[in-house]
């Protein structure tokens, strides 16, 4: 964003929203006003995003992995890239890798803060409420006056969910009263379908039976059809994938799903990760694309350095109880060489600002700084001042820079105060 723009801007914000992001510039968070007015390199960022868009309109599979040390922006850059995405019609979803909260080779607690974390371009965050109003929509087609919600629903994403998303939409089943106490409709509790339904969903524990009887009572045509079940964690990524693309049946562009902290793959035991880097190829290099699928994770250089010293021709014994008078062959450790396999993939590394980049930055610090609290600094003296600090603190991180920063431009401006 040029000086212009910035200026512009900044003039037409609200005095409360410029001081909410100064101070949370100075406390270390993410401001959605500061992300916006504060990224350099947003050029190049923006270039990568469209380049993905452009794929995904083509019915081409993309993904970018965004590559940097700890502190030097890949967070910052990934919530760039958020607004980014909501602002081109995305549903978005971001959230932080854990190896022990949300581990990656666990995809259904992946599957489940995706599903808690998800934005829609217009700010809402119940699925439910979005799905259920386009569902109505589409019925309400004159073309589609013969068609079931099934028609609309993909056929890729696993039964239990296709199920699901089919009773959001249908009404409960009419008893009348005096049968409702009968044995066969014990089930019957239509009070609780729509919880059930919805926590189903969002990748709860709920048993089949308790979904059988919600499916049954919301006249669900095809719910018999397939298992109601979904252990693998590679059912719960085909759901991602299928809702990715419902979602552009919906009229949005597609599902972002942004994973920050992606490093956290490689600090756990070798099993998980062969689950995890098993999961990883299945997006990085799927054997058909998905539409409407957008992954972006960010990774530090030491998780790429764990890929490509990582002992690939390992073998384990299996486990389980084995005979004594049957030899026992070892499996491998690892599907298959995921150094060699990853060599196309999309990574955007991240560099360090230059002097100019940071001189520029902290002029529209300075700025904001000044309208937020509505003071009038001696540019030349503060320039120089700020200059000193971040040639006295080369090496520390992006973010501690801005909090050094904002923390010179307070003292100024108690010394102008007094």
């Known amino acids: 964003m040029d000086e212009k723009a910035f200026s512009e801007q900044i003039n037409g914000t609200k005095n409360f929203y410029l001081r909410r992001a100064v101070e949370r510039i100075r406390e270390g968070l993410f401001d959605p006003l500061g992300v916006q007015w504060l990224t350099s390199g947003e050029e190049k960022l923006n270039q990568l995003f469209d380049r993905g868009v452009e794929a995904l309109d083509k019915g081409t599979p993309y993904h970018l992995c965004v590559c940097g040390a700890y502190g ?22 971001y959230i932080n890798l854990d190896p022990r909260q949300i581990p990656f080779h666990d995809f259904k607690a992946v599957y489940r803060a995706l599903m808690g974390a998800m934005v829609f371009p217009n700010e809402e965050t119940n699925l439910v409420k979005v799905w259920k109003e386009s569902a109505a929509q589409w019925l309400a087609r004159p073309e589609n006056k013969d068609k079931a919600i099934g028609d609309f629903i993909t056929g890729d994403m696993p039964h239990r969910f296709r199920a699901i998303l089919a009773a959001m939409v249908h009404n409960n089943m009419e008893i009348p009263a005096n049968k409702r106490k009968l044995k066969k409709h014990a089930r019957f509790q239509p009070r609780s379908f729509a919880w059930t339904l919805k926590n189903a969903l969002m990748g709860k524990e709920i048993p089949a039976h308790k979904l059988a009887a919600a499916f049954h009572y919301r006249e669900v045509p ?27 049946e919906m009229g949005y562009g597609g599902w972002v799903l942004l994973f920050d902290e ?12 062969s689950k995890s880097y098993d ?4 997006i990085f290099c799927p054997e058909r694309p998905a539409q409407g699928f957008y992954p972006v994770f960010a990774f530090t250089h030491d998780f790429f350095t764990l890929v490509e010293t990582e002992p690939w021709d390992r073998t384990r014994r299996p486990g389980g109880r084995q005979k004594a008078d049957q030899p026992t062959e070892e499996i491998p450790c690892f599907a298959r ?12 590394s991240l560099q ?14 300075r700025i904001l700084h000044s309208r937020a609290y509505e003071w009038a600094p001696e540019t030349a003296d503060i320039d120089r001042e700020m200059k000193q600090i971040l040639s006295q603190n080369k090496g520390a991180e992006s973010r501690m820079k801005l909090r050094l920063l904002v923390n010179q431009l307070d003292l100024e401006q108690q010394k102008e105060s007094c």
């Open 279 to 282: 999961l990883l190829h299945e």
């Open 352 to 365: 360090d600002l230059s002097p100019g980049e940071w001189e520029t930055l902290s002029g529209k610090l």
């Open 337 to 348: 060489d995921y150094h060699k396999a990853w060599k196309k993939i999309n990574i955007h």
């Open 222 to 248: 095809f719910y018999k059809g397939g298992s109601l079940v979904c252990r693998e964690p590679k059912e719960y990524l085909a759901m991602v994938k299928g809702l990715a693309r419902l979602f552009k």
């Open 72 to 93: 030097q922006g890949k967070s910052h850059s990934l919530t760039y890239l958020k607004q980014r995405a909501l602002e081109n019609n995305f549903v978005v979803s």
């Open 262 to 273: 992606g490093e956290s793959i490689g600090q756990t035991r070798i099993t998980s990760r």
